[in-house]
């Protein structure tokens, strides 16, 4: 939750705020943001490989400081964008080394029933973290003032720096009285050879590298689609909200259901083909109450993905192998990441350069992204169930 707001930190008050404070122009501001997933793409393999190796514990201990001092040098920046700029992003290098030991904490700590939850409930704090910052930073910060901005940086430091302690002083690898087993010697090369041999944690990637993909395109351009169809964008703000709070309820229920009934192929099969349908509904222009509901409906099939899809990783490559997996699974999520918040603006200006629809923007782009679903969806239906022959729980 804590990276996330450092990530978003300044997502949130780009224009007048930044713009003035700082003297610079929008596309530097938005930069600065990118940058995090852009890092996590060469970095998320080496830190997968490490949680693997040395255990979660000490890695994402590694990450949150990383994190931790460059939150705070923030401060030494002044009213230099350069200096701020290089700190910000140097922050984002520890973020892979959080998120990459998810599904390893999950192995460790949890039996099989309810290992999808406890990926649920972790994926869902990066969801509290975007809200928080999109919604707190812009309250603190309201006006181009560089005494409140530094006050706002102080205080995601604080926010950062006291989960780091907490989880320094709480956090055990495994819970007491856990029979360890032997960490695997296994070298590097065959161990990623080995996890590209496993079709699920192949198929995984191209999922989260459609599903994160769409997610965070939406995120990017809500606000502007729904302009585009005559919705406010204070009203799109706010459908955009709802969305994430939608997913995070959706994390958290899809898990226990996947849990409880043991249906993880299923639940993939069902949310990637209604989600896709839901796409092209809300490609299609009607009133403000109408995208509301599609998009709550978006976060919830959407979002409540992403800890079944780290759930099937984990049963597939074992927990000897669960950081490196995630690591590759979390890899593509970020180029998907990149792909779709470039791609979709530029297919909404072909749409119009092109004269298709001219009076209906982003239809194009929406459609696109509903067909990916489809092939989603067509992915799972080729996923082997791990769960096939076991006793849902009582």
């Known amino acids: 939750m804590s990276s996330q707001i450092v990530w978003l930190n300044f997502a949130g008050i780009v224009s007048p705020q930044m713009e003035e404070i700082f003297h610079v122009g929008l596309g530097p501001i938005s930069l600065m943001s990118g940058l995090w997933p852009l890092l996590f793409i060469p970095i998320s393999i080496p830190t997968g490989l490490m949680?693997?190796?040395?255990g979660f514990k000490r890695i994402v201990s590694i990450g949150g400081i990383i994190i931790v001092v460059f939150s705070w040098l923030r401060l030494l920046s002044g009213q230099s964008f350069a200096i701020l700029f290089v700190f910000q992003s140097l922050a984002g290098i520890g973020q892979p080394f959080v998120y990459n030991g998810i599904s390893k904490l999950a192995g460790n700590w949890f039996p099989e029933g309810e290992q999808a939850l406890a990926n649920g409930i972790a994926t869902m704090g990066q969801i509290?973290?975007?809200i928080l910052a999109l919604v707190i930073v812009p309250?603190?910060?309201?006006?181009?003032?560089f005494s409140e901005l530094q006050a706002n940086i102080v205080v995601v430091s604080i926010i950062v720096t006291f989960s780091v302690l907490l989880f320094l002083i709480f956090a055990r690898e495994y819970p007491r009285g856990a029979t360890v087993a032997p960490q695997s010697q296994e070298r590097v090369t065959s161990q990623i050879k080995r996890l590209f041999k496993m079709r699920n944690i192949v198929l995984l990637m191209f999922l989260f590298l459609i599903g994160v993909g769409i997610f965070s395109g939406l995120v990017q351009w809500i606000e502007?689609?729904?302009?585009s169809k005559g919705i406010s964008s204070l009203d799109g703000g706010?459908?955009?909200a709802a969305m994430l709070v939608s997913g995070i309820f959706g994390m958290v229920l899809i898990s226990y259901v996947s849990d409880k009934y043991s249906k993880l192929k299923q639940i993939v099969i069902v949310n990637s083909l209604l989600t896709a349908i839901l796409l092209f509904l809300f490609a299609l222009r009607l009133n403000l109450l109408y995208y509301a509901i599609i998009a709550v409906a978006i976060g919830f099939t959407l979002l409540s993905l992403a800890p079944v899809g780290l759930q099937i990783s984990l049963e597939t490559a074992g927990k000897e192998r669960a950081g490196t997996a995630a690591s590759m699974i979390w890899l593509m999520s970020q180029v998907g990441a990149l792909f779709f918040i470039l791609v979709m603006p530029v297919l909404d200006t072909l749409q119009l350069e092109l004269k298709i629809l001219v009076n209906d923007q982003w239809f194009i782009p929406l459609v696109f992204s509903g067909i990916l679903m489809v092939i989603a969806f067509v992915i799972g239906l080729t996923l082997r169930d791990t769960r096939k022959n076991r006793v849902p729980s009582s």
């Not at 949680?51 to 040395?54: A, M, P, S, T």
């Not at 309250?139 to 003032?145: A, K, S, T």
């Not at 502007?224 to 302009?227: D, N, P, S, V, W």
């Open 139 to 145: 309250i603190m910060v309201p006006n181009p003032i």
């Open 128 to 130: 509290i973290g975007m």
């Open 238 to 240: 706010l459908i955009g």
């Open 224 to 227: 502007a689609i729904l302009f």
């Open 51 to 54: 949680v693997d190796r040395w």
